[in-house]
């Protein structure tokens, strides 16, 4: 193997040098307790402050309004379980068909203790029915959770629609609307006050912070339940905090306000690797290219060959892509988001996810790659 080449960010990114140097101390002679009364707990307990204020101003919220946790798998558990035990007589879930796994892996376990759980269909492009949503809406409903952006296709929802469906809604009866956001975060502009959304979760890990680290947005603290219980987080989530993962998130947050230039160009090499890819391979389909997606994926259907055999034929050339979500990588069964798609040959599809390190020489080695492939299978 020759090269190294990562094209799977949206399973995971690099830490960014400026954020390892930003944690450093964190990991060295800062080790105290940000609980701690004395200045050796204080000055941490500072740090943690100044992140939230960076995470907040990011996305648009109050600092008071920012929880920080273990990543958005607990975020999205925490979401729904506060939604429901804020509304303990309605027994009503609604989500989508293509959710990541911690969302379907809750609905799932909710289920089997009584809750009903509507699963709202998306169309061939991945946009979701905002028919089907208004009619389940009811009120026995005490969560409505819906991603923003998804993780496989780049596909992002319709969000001013949604917007105006659960404003609706809302004025008929009360319930929590959450989002996972997760995959628009970096690649967005995310501003949840002119979101209708109640609760919203966020990862560090997907935006060049750490593994084990993220956020939620709680539009009201008042109302939040923890599944975590403790004083810390303004009792909002309990455990020592995780204090190189919140500083990792407000640098990342700081590196992140203004970059639509990074957006724009991480857009361009993604659309010119799909350019090439359909002139190379007119069969091949780009799940999704007619909805909005996000600037740095592209889902990737073959009609000739397996999506595994292809990816890790291409980690024989030090190529890193994925046939789906990294959470359901050892699954056999094809992705979940694909079927709902009603793609046609879903164990066909890789999933290539850039970032703001990747190179134009990087993908045209990826397209050398599959032309070499393709030229053997
Ligand atoms: N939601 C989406 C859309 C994701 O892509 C992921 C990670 O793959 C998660 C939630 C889970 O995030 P974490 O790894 O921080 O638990």
């Not at 954020?19 to 307790?33: A, D, H, R, S, V």
Request: aromatic share 8%; proline share 3%.
């Amino acid at each position: 193997m020759n090269r190294f080449v990562y094209l799977d960010n949206n399973a995971t990114t690099s830490i960014s040098s400026e954020i390892y140097e930003e944690i450093k101390p964190f990991l060295t002679l800062q080790y105290g307790n940000p609980s701690s009364p004395y200045g050796f707990g204080r000055k941490v307990r500072e740090e943690i402050i100044k992140a939230r204020e960076n995470i907040a101003k990011l996305i648009t919220a109050k600092s008071k309004q920012i929880v920080f946790n273990s990543g958005a798998t607990e975020g999205n558990c925490s979401a729904i379980n506060s939604g429901i035990k804020n509304f303990p007589n309605k027994k009503k879930i609604i989500t989508t068909t293509v959710e990541h796994s911690s969302i379907l892996e809750y609905c799932k376990l909710l289920a089997k203790s009584g809750y009903e759980v509507a699963y709202i269909p998306v169309d061939e492009n991945g946009n979701l029915n905002l028919n089907k949503l208004e009619k389940e809406i009811d009120k026995n409903t005490a969560v409505v959770s819906i991603q923003y952006a998804n993780n496989e296709t780049g596909v992002v929802l319709d969000i001013s629609g949604i917007n105006k469906l659960i404003s609706k809604k809302k004025k008929e009866y009360d319930f929590m609307f959450c989002m996972d956001m997760v995959q628009a975060l970096g690649k967005r502009k995310v501003d949840v006050a002119k979101l209708k959304v109640d609760l919203a979760s966020f990862s560090g890990h997907k935006i060049h912070a750490l593994k084990g680290s993220g956020f939620m947005y709680v539009r009201e603290p008042n109302k939040f339940i923890p599944m975590i219980t403790g004083h810390q987080e303004n009792n909002l989530r309990g455990g020592t905090e995780n204090v190189c993962g919140i500083v990792a998130l407000g640098k990342a947050a700081e590196l992140l306000f203004n970059n639509e230039t990074e957006i724009s160009v991480i857009q361009e090499l993604r659309n010119y690797l799909e350019e090439e890819v359909e002139k190379l391979f007119p069969l091949c389909v780009i799940n999704g290219k007619r909805a909005d997606r996000l600037c740095n994926t592209t889902s990737l259907s073959f009609t000739n060959t397996s999506g595994n055999e292809l990816m890790f034929a291409l980690e024989k050339e030090g190529i890193c892509v994925s046939t789906g979500s990294a959470c359901n990588s050892e699954s056999s069964e094809p992705s979940h988001v694909l079927v709902a798609m009603r793609v046609k040959y879903p164990a066909n599809t890789i999933r290539i996810s850039l970032s703001n390190s990747t190179t134009k020489g990087e993908i045209d080695y990826l397209i050398q790659s599959l032309k070499k492939y393709f030229k053997n299978n």
